[in-house]
């Protein structure tokens, strides 16, 4: 039971009984594990005991980090994470353990059993147990170092939020919300922050393009200059980690366990994607250009502080869809309220309001899940999704408890960062995105082996079914169910049919702007560069599409650097897959329970019990092909 929202000396108590106590647990299983004869048929389901200790651990103290209003819990949350980090290295590093596990009897496994069993192995192995003892003490030193700059990453992007005082003139075009929402200070200037219910919509509709470029610079220098010597040397840190282990260098290694396999074939995709999405994005670039000279003559090149403002002013030109008009159909609480309405029938669950359950801030909301006329709980999620200052400020699911069937229910939590009142659509398409990650983690909360419990598929994979579940937030149908004006009229499907046509448009811009994204991610690990602005501004003229602001440091925003490395290409990877998932479904009813049912059993809450490209197959009937992908992307 998680404490009152008020009592920080209770939320102390939680921290430390979830934290400390269950590594003691782990450490007193890895005892047991330790001194069993070789051979022993009790050494997996140990190592399973010690996984789910180990998993709780990390859960409380990674989300209490994130999310947890007094700064001084958040601090204990870190310094708990970071025990659990040298645990973890330490764990992995120990050859007695190594043995014990090798030893193992694999006759009359079952095929689960064998996949723990060989992913366990391949984890000691990547972890270095097999070096002498000189290099296996190095390594453990190279993994504790990494986790503290990761943390220390995070926590810059996270505690750096900055402010732009701009005169009152530059909300011209702004909702009217979004100004009574932004009062005047005494001297007649605004505060716009980095928080995204700042920054987006001032981005798309301020008229006043020098207030936007301040904005957007603002933006782009989170955590600077303080991450940049932070990601320099985690850059060293993990290309050594790497190298010790006889990889050629961190992308290998982290591509070892993923879908593409090796660190070459990122490289290979990114190019692939940015040259499929050239003629595309060219095109659109065009338009944007040529409009956004009818206002500036002389301009020679968008920016990325003009372009999201010019977009949504083709949009509403070229095809009619104004954004204004788009956000009064979209109240925050209707669309909460609807993507549960939703997801509930899509995939048999009801969703119990639980309000009064303890929560770390009051915003919070929790709902007890359930499939529908089954007995007992599957498991609880709550829902952190407003801005408030030291909390983690971008969207994502994390872990509170991770499912073990017959032990534990899991416990999910979104965390997000939208305003309380009208939204973009954009931002309920991200809302029914994150919360596709919140549904995996309770729908595969119901493993014997912890390693199998949520969103535990291969990296490149785990974005695949969030994406595909942005497609109900562009459905009219779906649509009309929770989307309705202050009257109670619902959004009219033509008013859908120009938003997604003018969604389309920009499609091309988007993926080579997500080949930047990912090319930082890839080029930075691969090359380790001196001068990392220098460099990223270089990748940025390869591949994206707007010219980058001077003096701007986007590399030391970019949190995905922190846990993603030198992955970032997954999210394009993964929406290959998302299209050819979708194409399974009957556009004519998305609810059509046969498809949706064997979509949830097969795919989500298969969990990692499977390899991902077996799990898409056992859904679709065949491998995954990109065919969905390119037709789309081309169109």
Known sequence: MLPPADDTAAWGAFLQERTTAPLAEAGRVADVLRALEPGSGEALPLWNDLHIALANAFAASSLLSQVHPDAGLRSAAEAAEQEANRFQTALMLDPVLYERLAAVPTDGLDPAAHRVLADALRAFRRAGVDRDDETRERLRVLGERENDLSQAFGRHIRDGARATQLPASALAGLPDDYVEAHPQAPD??????????????????????????????????????????????????RDERARLLGYDGWPDYDAEVKMIGSGAAIGDFIDQIAREASAAAERDAAVLTERARADRPDLEHLTVADARFYTEVVRRERYEVDAHEVRRYFDFTRVR????????????????????????????????????????????????????????????????????????????????????????????????????????????????????????????????????????????????????????????????????????????????????????????HAERPEDLTARSRELSEQYAVWAALPGTHFHCGFGHLGGYTSAYYTYMWSLVIAKDLFSAFDAEDLFAPEVTTRYRDRVLAAGGSKDAADLVEDFLGRPYEPAAFTAWLER
């Open 188 to 237: 007649g200037t605004v505060t716009i922050t980095t928080d995204y219910p700042d920054t987006h919509p001032f981005l798309t509709f301020s008229t006043d393009a020098e207030a936007r470029h301040a904005v957007m610079s603002a933006f782009l220098d989170l955590a600077w200059p303080e991450n940049d010597e932070v990601l320099r040397e985690l850059l060293a840190v």
């Open 337 to 524: 309220q609807g993507l549960l309405d939703v997801t509930g029938r899509l995939f048999g669950l009801t969703w119990t309001p639980v309000p009064d359950a303890p929560t770390w801030h009051d915003d919070v909301a929790a709902y007890d899940v359930a499939l529908a006329g089954a007995d007992g709980p599957l498991g609880r999620i709550h829902l952190d999704l407003h801005p408030r200052p030291g909390k983690y400020n971008h969207a994502a699911q994390f872990d509170l408890v991770p499912g073990v069937e017959g032990r534990q229910l899991p416990e999910g939590v979104l965390v997000c960062n939208f305003g309380r009142g009208l939204m973009e659509h954009s931002e309920v398409v991200t809302l029914f995105h994150e919360f596709g990650h919140l549904l995996h983690h309770v729908l595969a909360g119901r493993h014997q082996w912890v390693r199998f419990s949520g969103v535990a598929t291969e990296w490149d994979f785990v974005e695949a079914p969030s994406q595909m579940l942005e497609e109900w937030a562009w459905d009219a149908d779906v649509l009309a169910g929770f989307a309705t004006d202050a009257d109670g009229r619902a959004i009219p499907a033509a008013l859908v049919a120009q938003m997604r046509a003018a969604e389309e448009f920009g499609k091309g811009v988007h993926a080579r702007t997500q080949m930047y994204y990912a090319s930082i991610s890839y080029r930075f």
